[in-house]
């Protein structure tokens, strides 16, 4: 029997016009989601999400947000065409959309909690000086040796922050030691592909926000799932509300493990997966490790207007 998984991208997705098409075709969204988290943020959210431009979504402050409720719009509209998953996860960012489509999080909680994330990751990232690079063609073991010589070269942090596939893992840190690293990868015959998020997500570097985080973490209401729940942090499955707080306590510290995410819906028995959401990174990132996989996007789904194609 086909098992479905829905799976929300994290910062990396976002791109000029991301809500258009949703906002064009279920205009009620707009109401229920758009305007309501204008309302709770502050940010002109629905006018970025339908007409904003690439320059609108450099502030991670802005585009994690607008990810977010772009991949919920995403979702309603699949519920809305009788789709439901059977067991969720979410990348990094992606983490918060999977607790809110598991019962775990209420979605005006979530977005705040998004908010508080960026806000604190980018004070850090503004106050040390920091970068992020994809490298692809080392092994993690390779990597994290050359992390360390970079770190002993530099005096200063870099640290693997997210495994994404098989040959592709994520490097975060002070951008003096990524710059060393980049050239040490590059020599050892790796291609590298900085990255723009702002701040150093998934490093040690985070340990102070971790702290401030974890207060409101602790006055938010947290649900037990309502349905099989995968974790990026972990790699492992969500059984309580307890662990969803500490999940996403040791988020902003601990690296992505997205292929171990991966696999543990896999062997739940998961054989279709759906990115709900902009773009098709995170599609892309399956098929790496599940080449045998069936990868659907959201608008391979039922954002066309003609109904449910999976």
Same mark, same amino acid.
């Given at each position: 029997?086909?098992?479905?998984?829905?799976?929300?991208?994290?910062?990396?997705?976002?791109?000029?016009?991301?809500?258009?098409?949703?906002?064009?075709?279920?205009?009620?969204?707009?109401?229920?989601?758009?305007? &309501?988290?204008?309302?709770?943020?502050?940010?002109?959210?629905?006018?970025?999400?339908? +007409?904003?431009?690439?320059? /609108?979504?450099? +502030?991670?402050?802005?585009?994690?947000?607008?990810?977010?409720?772009?991949?919920?719009?995403?979702?309603?509209?699949?519920?809305?065409?009788?789709?439901?998953?059977? &067991?969720?996860?979410?990348?990094?960012?992606?983490?918060?959309?999977?607790?809110?489509?598991?019962?775990?999080?209420?979605?005006?909680?979530?977005?705040?909690?998004?908010?508080?994330?960026?806000?604190?990751?980018?004070?850090?990232?503004?106050?040390?000086?920091?970068?992020?690079?994809?490298?692809?063609?080392?092994?993690?073991?390779?990597? &994290?040796?050359?992390?360390?010589?970079?770190?002993?070269?530099? /005096?200063?942090?870099?640290?693997?922050?997210?495994?994404?596939?098989?040959?592709?893992?994520?490097?975060?840190?002070?951008?003096?030691?990524?710059?060393?690293?980049?050239?040490?990868?590059?020599?050892?015959?790796?291609?590298?592909?900085?990255?723009?998020?702002?701040?150093?997500?998934?490093?040690?570097?985070?340990?102070?926000?971790?702290?401030?985080?974890?207060?409101?973490?602790?006055?938010?209401?947290?649900?037990?799932?309502?349905?099989?729940?995968?974790?990026?942090?972990?790699?492992?499955?969500?059984?309580?509300?307890?662990?969803?707080?500490?999940?996403?306590?040791?988020?902003?510290?601990?690296?992505?493990?997205?292929?171990?995410?991966?696999?543990?819906?896999?062997?739940?028995?998961?054989?279709?997966?759906?990115?709900?959401?902009?773009?098709?990174?995170?599609?892309?990132?399956?098929?790496?490790?599940?080449? /045998? &996989?069936?990868?659907?996007?959201?608008?391979?789904?039922?954002?066309?207007?003609?109904?449910?194609?999976?």
């Amino acid at each position: 029997m086909t098992r479905t998984a829905f799976v929300f991208p994290g910062q990396g997705s976002e791109c000029a016009g991301m809500g258009r098409e949703l906002l064009a075709r279920r205009p009620q969204l707009a109401d229920t989601y758009f305007r &309501a988290a204008d309302d709770l943020l502050g940010i002109p959210l629905a006018r970025i999400c339908r +007409d904003g431009s690439d320059r /609108d979504l450099e +502030d991670p402050v802005v585009a994690q947000p607008a990810v977010f409720l772009t991949s919920l719009a995403a979702l309603e509209v699949l519920r809305g065409e009788g789709l439901e998953p059977d &067991a969720v996860a979410g990348h990094s960012l992606g983490e918060y959309m999977a607790l809110v489509a598991a019962g775990v999080l209420e979605w005006t909680d979530a977005l705040w909690l998004v908010r508080l994330r960026s806000e604190l990751v980018a004070t850090v990232g503004d106050r040390v000086g920091s970068a992020t690079a994809a490298v692809i063609g080392l092994s993690r073991r390779d990597l &994290a040796r050359l992390c360390a010589e970079s770190r002993a070269a530099t /005096d200063q942090v870099v640290e693997v922050a997210g495994d994404n596939e098989p040959r592709q893992t994520v490097v975060s840190g002070e951008a003096e030691a990524v710059s060393h690293l980049i050239g040490a990868a590059r020599a050892a015959g790796a291609r590298v592909r900085p990255l723009r998020t702002g701040g150093p997500f998934h490093s040690s570097l985070l340990r102070e926000a971790e702290a401030e985080f974890t207060e409101t973490l602790i006055a938010t209401a947290f649900r037990d799932p309502e349905l099989p729940l995968v974790s990026s942090v972990t790699g492992g499955r969500i059984e309580t509300a307890a662990e969803a707080v500490v999940a996403l306590r040791g988020q902003l510290t601990r690296p992505v493990r997205w292929t171990e995410a991966v696999a543990t819906l896999a062997d739940s028995g998961a054989d279709r997966f759906v990115e709900v959401g902009p773009g098709r990174v995170l599609g892309g990132l399956v098929r790496r490790i599940l080449p /045998d &996989a069936r990868v659907h996007t959201t608008r391979t789904a039922a954002l066309s207007g003609g109904g449910a194609t999976l």
